[in-house]
C-alpha cells in the first residue's frame, strides 16, 4: 500500500544492509531464558563460520546464565527465520543461509529458565 | 447577518457568544486571488470528505482575550507554588529518591513530546479550512508550549540535586529508549492534518490521556512531589479543551461523509496500537518507580481503558466505529507489561539516564498480591535471582544490545499474546529486505505504509551502523550526554542514593 502523500514518495531503507560495513545483521534469542528480555542483535560478517556464534558470541552473552553451563549442544533445537534448521558449523553464515537480519533461535532441552519461569 | 445587526442597533460590549462567532465564522472567507486548493494544500490527500467546515462545534467557545485572562491566572499560581517548593527545599519531602527517577523519564520522555505536539498544533491549526477547528488547534498548540515550558521549570528544581536531569532536549533526540516516544511523534507530525488529530487529539489525548497523566501526577502527590502536582494541575483545564477537540474532531469527520469512516478506523486503530506502546513506561512507572504506589498497571487498564474506553467505543458504534483492532491483545498483556518492561531496564542500565533496582521484599509482595496470576509464576524468580547475584556483587547487566521492532522502536521484549513465556516475533519481506515486529499490531502499522517504516532511525542499528558516537559503551554514552557512573547504573551504589542518604541521615539526627 502506498503512503497517503502530497508528492512521490519512496526512500530506501535506512537499514540496508550496504550501511554495515561489510557486516549483516544477525538476531540470536535463547528461548526460554527471558532473563535476557529480547533476542540479540549483532553485525556479522556473512563469511564467518558459524561455528563463531556457538563458540564465541552465545558463551559470551549467555554465560551469565546458571543453566548455560548444562546445555547439551547435540540436542539443541534451531530455527533460522521461522523455519527449522540444522546448522553446519563449519559453513559460513551465508552458507548456513543467514541473511541480513535473520532471526536465529534455539531451545536447550530440559532447561526451562530459573525454577522453569522461563528466565 | 444578524449579529452585527444587534450589535449596531444597541452599541454594547459583544458578549462572549458573539465574540467566539467572529473569531471562528468572521475571519474565515474563501479566497479569490488564489485557489483555496492552494491556500489550504493539505485537507484532501488523505481521502477525508468535508461538506461543511461550519457544522463544526466547539464546547469551549473560548476567544483570545478569556485564554489570555485564564492561563495568566494559571501561571500566577504555578509559579508561586515553584517559588515556595525551591525555597522551602521541596526535594526533601519526596518518599524516597528514587522517585526522581520517575521525572526523569517524564522530563526526557513526555515534556519533549508537549514541544512536538505544541509544532504539530501550530501546523494544522494552520492547514484546516474551517477557522473553528483552526482556532482550536492554535489555542492547544499554545498550550503545548506552555506545558513543555512549566514542566522544564518545574522539574529544573530537582535537577540542582539529582543526576540525569542535565540535557533532556539532547537526550531526546539521541537516546536509544527516548527513540520511542520521539518515533511516536514523529510519525503523528509527519501524516496529514486529519489523521496527526486522530493520533494525538482522540486516540492520545481523548482514548489514553488518563493513562499517562494521572498515574503521573497521582504519583506526584502519593510521593511528596508538590511541584508536580501542581503543573499538572495547571494542566489540566487544558486537557479537558484537548480532549474535547479529540471527541469532536472524530465526530466531525464521521458525520461530514461516510466514506470517512473506514479511514478513521485505520487511524484509531494505527493510534491505539502505537499509543499504548507507548505507555509501556507508565506501566513500569506505575508498578516499579513510585516508592508509594497508587494502583497497579493492570487496575488502571481496567478502570481507564475497558471500562471508560469501552463506554466510548459503544458511544461511537452509532457511527459504524468499532473497538480498536488488537484491544484484547493490549488487555491479555495487563498481568505482565510492566515487568518486562521494568526487566528490560534493568537489562540495559548501564545505557539509561536514570537507575533501577530490584524492589524491595514489601514491594515484591505488593506486586504479588496485584499479579496474583502471573508475578510469582513468571517475574518473582527472576528478581530475586538478580538480587541474590546483585547481593554477592554479581549484578545483571546484559552486554549485547537488543533486537529492536521497525514500528514502534521498542526492543522485542514483548511475548505470545497467549503464551507468556515465549517472545513474539513478528516478521514481513518487503523489496528483499527483512523487518522484524512486536506484534501484530505493529506489523499490521508497517503493513499499510511500509515507505514510511523503512525509514525508521533504530538506535541499536545506528550504533552499528557507526553513527552514534563509536562502538563502545563509553563513547556512546558521551555522544547520549550521558555522564557515566552518575546518570547511569544501578540506584544502589549511586550518587542520589548516597546524597538522599546523608539527607536522611540528618533528618533522623535532627528529630532525636
Excluded at chain 1, 91 to 105: D, F, I, P, Q, T
Excluded at chain 2, 86 to 99: E, F, K
Amino acid at each position: 500500500m502506498p503512503v497517503a502523500s502530497i508528492g512521490p514518495y519512496q526512500f530506501e531503507s535506512r537499514d540496508k544492509v550496504s550501511n554495515f560495513h561489510g557486516n549483516q545483521l544477525t538476531y540470536l534469542h535463547w528461548e526460554e531464558h527471558n532473563m535476557y528480555c529480547a533476542a540479540l542483535a549483532y553485525p556479522l560478517p556473512p563469511t564467518m563460520p558459524f561455528r563463531a556464534i556457538v563458540e564465541n558470541l552465545l558463551p559470551e552473552a549467555y554465560g551469565y546464565h546458571p543453566e548455560w553451563a548444562k546445555v547439551k549442544w547435540d540436542q539443541v533445537t534451531w530455527m533460522l527465520d521461522g523455519r527449522p534448521f540444522i546448522p553446519n558449523l563449519d559453513a559460513s553464515l551465508a552458507e548456513n543461509g543467514l541473511g541480513h537480519k535473520s532471526v536465529v533461535r534455539f531451545w536447550t532441552p530440559g532447561l526451562h529458565g530459573i525454577g522453569g519461569t522461563a528466565t | 447577518m444578524s449579529i452585527a445587526d444587534k450589535s449596531t442597533a444597541k452599541p454594547r460590549k459583544l458578549g462572549l457568544k458573539e465574540r467566539y462567532a467572529h473569531l471562528t465564522r468572521g475571519l474565515g472567507w474563501e479566497t479569490t486571488y488564489q485557489p483555496m486548493s492552494k491556500v489550504f494544500p493539505f485537507t484532501d490527500y488523505e481521502g477525508i470528505k468535508i461538506h461543511d467546515w461550519d457544522k463544526w462545534q466547539d464546547p469551549f467557545r473560548l476567544t483570545m482575550d478569556s485564554y489570555w485572562k485564564f492561563q495568566a491566572e494559571k501561571e500566577r499560581k504555578l509559579y508561586a507554588v515553584i517559588d515556595s517548593f525551591a525555597q522551602n527545599n521541596g526535594h526533601l519531602n519526596i518518599t524516597d529518591a528514587r522517585y526522581v527517577n520517575a521525572i526523569k523519564l517524564f522530563l526526557t520522555g513526555v515534556s519533549p513530546l508537549e514541544y512536538s505536539a505544541h509544532r504539530g498544533y501550530a501546523h494544522v491549526g494552520r492547514h484546516f479550512v474551517g477557522a473553528g477547528p483552526r482556532i482550536a488547534c492554535q489555542m492547544q498548540a499554545i498550550d503545548e508550549l506552555r506545558h513543555a515550558q512549566t514542566q522544564i521549570h518545574t522539574i529544573s528544581h530537582y535537577n540542582k540535586f539529582f543526576d540525569g536531569l542535565h540535557d533532556a532536549r539532547h537526550m531526546h533526540d539521541h537516546v536509544w529508549y527516548l527513540s520511542v516516544p520521539k518515533s511516536f511523534f514523529e510519525d503523528a507530525c509527519s501524516a496529514g492534518p486529519f489523521e496527526f488529530l486522530t493520533a494525538i487529539s482522540f486516540s492520545f489525548e481523548y482514548v489514553l490521556t488518563s493513562l499517562l497523566f494521572v498515574p503521573f501526577m497521582s504519583g506526584a502527590a502519593y510521593n511528596g512531589d508538590m511541584a508536580t502536582v501542581t503543573f499538572g494541575f495547571s494542566a489540566q483545564s487544558d486537557e479537558a479543551r484537548h480532549m474535547t477537540l479529540g471527541l469532536e474532531i472524530i465526530k466531525f469527520m464521521l458525520e461530514q461523509d461516510e466514506g470517512n469512516v473506514p479511514i478513521v478506523q485505520r487511524w484509531i486503530d494505527k493510534w491505539f496500537w502505537r499509543g499504548y506502546r507507548l505507555l509501556t513506561i507508565v506501566a513500569m512507572m506505575m508498578d516499579y518507580m513510585l516508592p508509594k504506589r497508587v494502583m497497579s498497571w493492570a487496575e488502571a487498564w481496567e478502570i481507564y481503558f475497558e471500562q471508560g474506553g469501552g463506554a466510548l467505543f459503544e458511544d461511537l458504534s452509532r457511527y459504524g466505529i468499532r473497538m480498536p483492532k488488537y484491544h484484547e491483545v493490549a488487555s491479555k498483556e495487563k498481568g505482565r507489561l510492566s515487568h518486562e518492561v521494568w526487566a528490560t531496564f534493568y537489562n540495559y542500565t548501564q545505557a539509561t539516564a536514570f537507575h533501577t533496582w530490584i524492589p524491595e521484599k514489601d514491594e515484591l509482595d505488593w506486586l504479588s498480591a496485584k499479579y496474583p496470576e502471573t508475578f510469582d509464576q513468571l517475574y518473582r524468580p527472576r528478581f530475586e535471582y538478580w538480587k541474590e547475584q546483585s547481593d554477592q556483587g554479581k549484578r545483571f547487566y546484559n552486554n549485547v544490545l537488543p533486537q529492536l521492532c521497525v514500528t514502534c522502536q521498542i526492543p522485542m521484549i514483548f511475548t505470545e499474546p497467549d503464551d507468556p513465556k515465549t517472545i513474539c516475533f513478528r516478521s514481513t519481506l518487503y523489496k528483499g529486505e527483512r523487518y522484524h515486529f512486536c506484534s501484530d499490531g505493529c506489523k499490521d502499522i508497517f503493513l499499510y505504509e511500509p515507505e514510511k517504516y523503512i525509514q525508521s532511525w533504530l538506535p541499536v542499528h545506528q550504533i552499528y551502523q557507526g553513527n552514534c558516537g563509536g562502538a563502545t559503551v563509553p563513547e556512546v554514552l558521551n555522544w547520549y550526554h550521558m555522564s557515566l557512573g552518575n546518570d547511569n547504573m544501578d540506584y544502589q551504589g549511586s550518587p542520589d542514593e548516597t546524597l538522599w542518604n546523608e539527607w536522611t541521615a540528618d533528618r533522623h539526627k535532627s528529630a532525636i
